[in-house]
Nanobody
Framework: QVQLVESGGGLVQAGGSLRLSCTASRSVLSINAMGWYRQAPGKQRELVAAITSGGSTNYADSVKGRFTISRDNGNNTVYLQMNSLKPEDTAVYYC????????????WGKGTLVTVSS
């Protein structure tokens, strides 16, 4: 079992920055992959960025060059630094943890709202 707690959402003007945090209840190095997803009103949840226990990262095309995912192993925390925010980035952002041990275990945080005003 993994509990995930997100923080850092809020209201920001277009062009601004926010940093989201996701703190896990266990070492992030013990989790095969952690990621950030988002869901805008009326849309499906989509992957924003992910990082593996080995440090590999991947990003949605829409955020490449603007968002950066990183990890603080000592604090069991994964961050999403979001720069040059656009109104279309407005969504609830969810932290996700996945295990690749055949169990299919996936855990979600409760989400944090990011609102970007134009």
């Amino acid at each position: 079992q993994v509990q995930l707690v997100e923080s850092g959402g809020g209201l920001v003007q277009a062009g601004g920055s926010l940093r989201l945090s996701c703190t896990a209840s266990r070492s992030v190095l013990s989790i095969n992959a952690m990621g950030w997803y988002r869901q805008a009103p009326g849309k499906q949840r989509e992957l924003v960025a992910a990082i593996t226990s080995g440090g590999s990262t991947n990003y949605a095309d829409s955020v490449k060059g603007r968002f950066t995912i990183s990890r603080d192993n000592g604090n069991n925390t994964v961050y999403l630094q979001m720069n040059s925010l656009k109104p279309e980035d407005t969504a609830v952002y969810y932290c996700n943890a996945r295990f690749f041990d055949g169990s299919g275990r996936t855990y979600w945080g409760k989400g944090t709202l990011v609102t970007v005003s134009s």
